[in-house]
């Protein structure tokens, strides 16, 4: 009786021990949250084994020299240096990257915003026009489709003999450093499904009295675009911007197969997922690879959080 007083006491002036303390919260959160942690078990089992553990197995792959066969040699930021002095493959991938991006992405919100403005009208038979929209992107990344666009952009492609009805001489699209990235950047612009999919879902969200009121006041189709639709859709915008710049960097099957595996014609489309899988997976230069790998997990960080420090200024929540 008097050790139970004794524990009493101290639990009410806080005098028990720490550790103690902290076993009985374990305890407490674990019989409160157990059946919610075994069903996440899995998800966390593979993020480590397949997302943590190699991520931070690359980090320290960057900082030293090693081919696959041999163990890594460390020699601290010699990777990095190379990328950044010496390595034209690597500036070039670089020019090549940010062009594909900021062309066609832009571009591709465009197209996949005008689509769905259309598609909100009413259309007839919408769920089919959706359907059909939506394909391209699901088979936009495909090995297949890859090859379809060689094949529709070569000499003797679809291309060719529409603009030869019109006396234009033919030209080999794909094997012109001038215009083979092109035909990528309309690649990535013919991908806009899924971006239209959620513009359409956030049209339709937008209450009709808005649109109602505003033509009462004379307001004409321009206005309302930018006045209501535009601002109310930014949260979208903002989103579908952010999903396909990431999308849009890691981009790799085009440029596999269009280019030749080796980013050709005259590396105008050597990608810089191209360029690293061919210092990791050719040249063996895995650690090389690595140090790759973080300079484009930093260059997408950059650009996301620039977007969202810019998201401020322009992108409109709900109060």
Request: hydrophobic share 50%; proline share 5%; charged share 15%.
């Amino acid at each position: 009786m008097l050790v139970k007083e004794l524990d009493k006491n101290k639990a009410a002036l806080g005098v028990i021990e720490p550790s103690r303390t902290r076993n009985k919260r374990i305890v407490k959160l674990w019989n409160k949250n157990k059946v919610a942690l075994l069903f996440l078990a899995p998800w966390l089992i593979g993020i480590t084994l397949l997302g943590l553990i190699p991520m931070f197995a690359s980090l320290y792959l960057s900082f030293t020299n090693y081919d696959m066969f041999n163990s890594p040699i460390w020699n601290g930021l010699e990777n990095y240096k190379h990328l950044f002095t010496s390595d034209i493959r690597f500036i070039q991938s670089l020019k090549v990257t940010f062009t594909y991006v900021l062309i066609g992405v832009p571009l591709q919100l465009i197209m996949a915003f005008s689509l769905a403005v259309v598609l909100n009208r009413g259309v007839r038979g919408l769920s089919g026009f959706r359907a059909i929209y939506y394909v391209p992107s699901l088979l936009g990344p495909s090995l297949a489709i890859a090859i379809l666009w060689r094949q529709i952009f070569g000499m003797e492609g679809i291309i060719n003999k529409f603009l030869s009805l019109f006396g234009i001489t033919p030209n080999s699209w794909i094997s012109d450093p001038s215009t083979t990235l092109y035909t990528l950047i309309i690649l990535l612009i013919w991908q806009f499904g899924s971006p239209m999919v959620i513009f359409l879902a956030g049209l339709k969200q937008i209450p009709k009295d808005l649109y109602e009121s505003a033509s009462i006041d004379g307001a004409g189709r321009f206005t309302k675009l930018f006045k209501i639709t535009i601002p109310l859709l930014t949260p979208i915008i903002f989103f579908n911007l952010v999903m396909q710049l990431i999308g849009a960097f890691q981009a790799f099957t085009p440029a596999y197969i269009i280019g030749g595996q080796t980013g050709g014609p005259l590396d105008s489309t050597l990608f810089y997922t191209l360029y690293l899988y061919i210092k990791a997976f050719t040249e063996f230069q895995m650690g090389y690879a690595s140090a790759m790998a973080w300079v484009l997990l930093i260059i997408i960080a950059s650009f996301t959080g620039l977007l969202f420090l810019l998201a401020k200024k322009w992108v409109h929540y709900e109060s």
